[in-house]
């Protein structure tokens, strides 16, 4: 016996026990109502007031057992919180069933029912035999039957970045705990902490809120035990896998990871902007490949992790990995962002290869959209701020060529480029005349030239953008207002994005996204991005620049097929210090003609 099942198994006790407890607390009235009752019959009890006590202990005792009675059956009838996962049959993944099932065998312990993917770098061991997933329909086949094996979860960067011997390395552990989880007390105990906290979630519906304070209390008093057990099911599956592939699990438990800051970058820069768009890339868990590839390239730590590329990719486990990596593309889209569960008009998927024009241009377009009408609703007399005055400079200018930095337009950069280039360069098109407006447009504006505004510039030109920030930084003064409007503005649109999908978004544990991955960005940070999309997109139209991606920095500027990773410190050198001289230089060492209006899409 493992030496970890012992403490496992007297910690799973020490659970049961306060189940007992619990119970015994929900008789003890009606005990105690019988002894009173028994005693007024046999005439040990008589006159008053204990026939008015007994009474009273018997109404009390039949209320507390109807609520003990309604809250054990929630307990066994709510449906504990599944991971929302990609199922994988064994018809989709013969070879990958055949490698698990064969490290049971290696171990002794019994095979798990099914095989899930998720789109996150871990992978874990889940109980889906609950009898409330068969009545909902959320688990169906062998691994819902009653005492089956748990559901093996495996994260999907793992079957694309690992190699075949890495994974099986990897899973040996998580597999081996099927073992002490078919333990009966563990499993009971299990069941009984799961039920408490699907019972916490049930407690927030009408009519049940007091169900939350008693399971509360129930989980607090066996929290300890329950992560002791944890802790002795882990220490004994460790010790059950040390025969298998040790040396080999150490070497792989590196790519691990690799694999989750390769993977983190992935959904933060590259991913998000494409779900921000209505549009989710197909194929993530390819991309991690190309994500990781490039970070072992740059990082000297990584330095000889690709040289494992011409070894057996895991993927090849799968019949169909392109299917399967889009399903999983799909489900971190929801899971991350809060997208619909199915793909349609307004949720479409984006191959890679598309990705610059389909994604990068629109995001910018959108932005300078964005910029525009915020700038156009500050432009008439309630709102522009006292003190401020119209823009300054001439229109256009000529400068030396400025020094190289070291950041890209999306952020953190690297001066190594690994951009991919678009099908078309995305100035093509004509421009659609639009009137400003005092409200934030949605992602889909279209405005040309547009009639002089109160600030003296013709239409959507960067020179506008250039003259209103020129010394306009500063407390009460137009960048500040900006800044104050577009986040305005950005969070206008996001509610009502968020109520457009509300009705068919779920509640307690269900509600997505469950890791949202944006970041609270601050006013300055969004008139910094808006003015850097603004640039991008006059680079684009005048300057015969096209948008590109990097694996890991997501959105860049490709000039000449090079990226351009020196224009974010010039932006922030304007909107930060009011001071346009270091970013005209570049504009004017580019050939960016700033008095031209760009096309907003």
């Given at each position: 016996m493992e030496a970890g099942v012992p403490s496992a198994r007297s910690r799973a006790l020490a659970v049961l026990r306060v189940r007992s407890r619990a119970l015994a607390v929900v008789l003890l009235p009606a005990a105690v109502a019988v002894v009173l009752a028994a005693a007024l019959t046999t005439g040990r009890l008589s006159g008053e007031p204990w026939g008015t006590v007994t009474l009273v202990v018997g109404a009390v005792a039949a209320l507390v057992l109807l609520l003990g009675g309604i809250f054990a059956a929630v307990v066994l009838r709510a449906s504990p919180a599944v991971t929302p996962t990609v199922p994988l049959s064994e018809a989709a993944a013969p070879d990958?069933?055949?490698?698990?099932?064969?490290?049971?065998?290696?171990?002794?312990?019994?095979?798990?029912?099914a095989i899930a993917l998720t789109p996150d770098c871990d992978s874990w061991l889940e109980d889906r035999a609950h009898a409330a997933h068969r009545r909902g329909g959320i688990a169906g086949g062998p691994q819902s039957a009653p005492g089956a094996a748990p559901v093996l979860v495996i994260g999907s960067p793992f079957l694309w970045w690992m190699r075949v011997a890495e994974l099986r390395a990897v899973l040996a552990p998580v597999v081996a705990g099927t073992g002490p989880s078919a333990h009966p007390d563990i499993a009971d105990a299990r069941g009984f902490v799961r039920g408490l906290d699907a019972a916490v979630d049930v407690g927030g519906r009408r009519g049940l809120g007091w169900i939350a304070a008693p399971a509360r209390l129930l989980l607090r008093l066996c929290r300890t035990d329950a992560a002791e057990m944890?802790?002795?099911?882990?220490?004994?599956?460790?010790?059950?896998?040390?025969?298998?592939?040790?040396?080999?699990?150490?070497?792989?438990?590196?790519?691990?990871?690799?694999?989750?800051?390769?993977?983190?970058?992935?959904?933060?820069?590259?991913?998000?902007?494409?779900?921000?768009?209505?549009?989710?890339?197909?194929?993530?868990?390819?991309?991690?490949?190309?994500?990781?590839?490039?970070?072992?390239?740059?990082?000297?730590?990584?330095?000889?992790?690709?040289?494992?590329?011409?070894?057996r990719p895991a993927c090849d486990l799968l019949e169909q990995p392109g299917v399967i990596d889009e399903a999983t593309s799909l489900l971190a889209a929801r899971l991350f962002h809060g997208g619909p569960a199915e793909a349609g008009p307004d949720w479409s998927p984006v191959e890679w290869a598309a990705y610059p024009e389909e994604v990068v241009d629109r995001k910018w377009r959108a932005e300078a959209a964005r910029l525009h009408a915020a700038l156009d609703a500050l432009a008439g007399p309630a709102g522009l701020p006292a003190g401020s005055?119209?823009?300054?400079?001439?229109?256009?200018?000529?400068?030396?060529?400025?020094?190289?930095?070291?950041?890209?337009?999306?952020?953190?950069?690297?001066?190594?480029?690994?951009?991919?280039?678009?099908?078309?360069?995305?100035?093509?098109?004509?421009?659609?005349?639009?009137?400003?407006?005092?409200?934030?447009g949605p992602a889909t504006i279209e405005a040309a030239a547009a009639p002089p505004g109160a600030d003296g510039f013709t239409g959507p030109t960067l020179e506008r953008v250039l003259g209103c920030l020129t010394n306009a930084s500063g407390e009460?003064?137009?960048?500040?207002?900006?800044?104050?409007?577009?986040?305005?503005?950005?969070?206008?649109?996001?509610?009502?994005?968020?109520?457009?999908?509300?009705?068919?978004?779920?509640?307690?544990?269900?509600?997505?996204?469950?890791?949202?991955?944006?970041?609270?960005?601050?006013?300055?940070?969004?008139?910094?991005?808006?003015?850097?999309?603004?640039?991008?997109?006059?680079?684009?139209?005048?300057?015969?620049?096209?948008?590109?991606?990097?694996?890991?920095?997501g959105p860049v500027l490709l000039v000449g097929g090079d990226r351009r990773t020196d224009l974010a410190p010039r932006v922030l050198c304007l909107v930060e210090d009011g001071d346009p001289k270091p970013l005209r230089e570049w504009l004017s060492a580019l050939g960016v003609r700033t008095e031209k209006p760009v096309r907003l899409v």
């Amino acid at each position: 016996m493992e030496a970890g099942v012992p403490s496992a198994r007297s910690r799973a006790l020490a659970v049961l026990r306060v189940r007992s407890r619990a119970l015994a607390v929900v008789l003890l009235p009606a005990a105690v109502a019988v002894v009173l009752a028994a005693a007024l019959t046999t005439g040990r009890l008589s006159g008053e007031p204990w026939g008015t006590v007994t009474l009273v202990v018997g109404a009390v005792a039949a209320l507390v057992l109807l609520l003990g009675g309604i809250f054990a059956a929630v307990v066994l009838r709510a449906s504990p919180a599944v991971t929302p996962t990609v199922p994988l049959s064994e018809a989709a993944a013969p070879d990958l069933y055949r490698l698990v099932r064969d490290l049971a065998d290696r171990m002794d312990v019994p095979p798990p029912s099914a095989i899930a993917l998720t789109p996150d770098c871990d992978s874990w061991l889940e109980d889906r035999a609950h009898a409330a997933h068969r009545r909902g329909g959320i688990a169906g086949g062998p691994q819902s039957a009653p005492g089956a094996a748990p559901v093996l979860v495996i994260g999907s960067p793992f079957l694309w970045w690992m190699r075949v011997a890495e994974l099986r390395a990897v899973l040996a552990p998580v597999v081996a705990g099927t073992g002490p989880s078919a333990h009966p007390d563990i499993a009971d105990a299990r069941g009984f902490v799961r039920g408490l906290d699907a019972a916490v979630d049930v407690g927030g519906r009408r009519g049940l809120g007091w169900i939350a304070a008693p399971a509360r209390l129930l989980l607090r008093l066996c929290r300890t035990d329950a992560a002791e057990m944890e802790r002795g099911v882990a220490a004994a599956a460790s010790d059950r896998a040390q025969g298998v592939d040790y040396g080999l699990r150490i070497v792989a438990q590196e790519q691990v990871g690799l694999a989750y800051a390769g993977w983190d970058r992935l959904l933060t820069r590259v991913a998000l902007p494409a779900w921000r768009m209505g549009r989710w890339p197909a194929h993530l868990d390819a991309g991690v490949v190309s994500a990781l590839t490039e970070l072992s390239r740059r990082d000297r730590l990584a330095e000889g992790f690709t040289s494992r590329l011409g070894e057996r990719p895991a993927c090849d486990l799968l019949e169909q990995p392109g299917v399967i990596d889009e399903a999983t593309s799909l489900l971190a889209a929801r899971l991350f962002h809060g997208g619909p569960a199915e793909a349609g008009p307004d949720w479409s998927p984006v191959e890679w290869a598309a990705y610059p024009e389909e994604v990068v241009d629109r995001k910018w377009r959108a932005e300078a959209a964005r910029l525009h009408a915020a700038l156009d609703a500050l432009a008439g007399p309630a709102g522009l701020p006292a003190g401020s005055t119209g823009p300054v400079g001439p229109h256009g200018s000529a400068g030396p060529t400025a020094p190289a930095g070291s950041a890209s337009p999306a952020g953190a950069g690297s001066a190594a480029p690994a951009a991919v280039a678009p099908a078309a360069a995305g100035a093509a098109g004509s421009p659609a005349p639009s009137g400003p407006s005092g409200t934030a447009g949605p992602a889909t504006i279209e405005a040309a030239a547009a009639p002089p505004g109160a600030d003296g510039f013709t239409g959507p030109t960067l020179e506008r953008v250039l003259g209103c920030l020129t010394n306009a930084s500063g407390e009460g003064a137009l960048g500040e207002a900006l800044a104050g409007r577009l986040s305005a503005d950005l969070a206008r649109e996001e509610r009502a994005a968020g109520t457009a999908g509300g009705a068919d978004r779920a509640r307690g544990a269900d509600a997505v996204p469950l890791f949202p991955l944006q970041p609270p960005r601050s006013g300055r940070d969004l008139l910094a991005d808006h003015v850097t999309a603004m640039v991008c997109c006059a680079a684009v139209d005048s300057a015969g620049a096209a948008p590109g991606m990097d694996w890991l920095d997501g959105p860049v500027l490709l000039v000449g097929g090079d990226r351009r990773t020196d224009l974010a410190p010039r932006v922030l050198c304007l909107v930060e210090d009011g001071d346009p001289k270091p970013l005209r230089e570049w504009l004017s060492a580019l050939g960016v003609r700033t008095e031209k209006p760009v096309r907003l899409v």
